[in-house]
């Protein structure tokens, strides 16, 4: 049932804001990931990032690995990048059967112009595809620091259309976020999410401890905002761009800021400097915490 998964990755606001939390892990990342399992959360969720160099047998090989890892792969699908119908229900049936996958992240996809019918995430979504082979969860994206092409307005009614088709269809809506530097401004956009009746559980995107220009070079990659007033806000000097940098910080103040308001939140971290530092980030700080 998808509730189980809810409740196996729910975040308590009274503990610890890292007592659930998932990862993004790159196909081809897969023997880095099976080295850091034993230090993993059991049941964590394995974020698989759909990318324009692997194939569907490499995704598929890479949820096949999450699970025997015992962890829980959740596949993303790019709309723009879905050559057909038949594609899309392949890949998923197989998914299901063969990887136990219970999850899948939905993207609309770089390209601007689509290789097949599929324009965006909410048509993949509208096909059926997911709840008939068996998809509890759905994920669709989230982006407090905003969209490269969307305005505010168009962002919200986004989300709440693809939420609301989603749970329709009977399964369970996650926001998961694009990665932030401004925890200020995380806490603002939950707030109004919660207003706008949106009660889904959300993964605030984290970046993994990294160096710096490492960040520096992924924010620019995937249009977040990095000016000087924020990296100072994250803990990091301008001035210091060679060394590096933890999300302590961030999450210090993320965590601080919380309150039953905000609803279920746990956190979704982006391994730019290796999975083995960002699982031991998360150990240290976990124990600081308890």
Known sequence: MASSLIDCEKSRVSGSITDTYSLEVNAKDMTALAAAAPRILPGSTISIPYLANQDNAARLAAAQAVRKLGLEPMPHLSARRM?????LESFVQRAVAEAGVRQCFVIAGDPS???GPFPDSASLIETGVF???????LGVGGHPEGHPVMSAADRWDALARKCNSIESRGMTPWIVTQFAFDA???LAW???????GMEHPVRIGVPGPASVAVLARYAALCGVSACASMWSKYGVSIGKLFGTAGPDRFV?????????KHGKVSLHFFPFGGIAQSVKWIERYRSRRM
């Not at 210090?252 to 039953?260: Q, S």
């Open 83 to 87: 050559t057909s119908l038949a594609e």
């Open 113 to 115: 112009t689509p290789a």
């Open 131 to 137: 709840e008939r082979s068996g998809i509890q969860v």
């Open 184 to 186: 200020d401004i995380v």
């Open 190 to 196: 939950l707030q109004a999410l919660r207003e706008r």
């Open 252 to 260: 210090d103040r993320l965590a601080a800021g919380l309150n039953e």
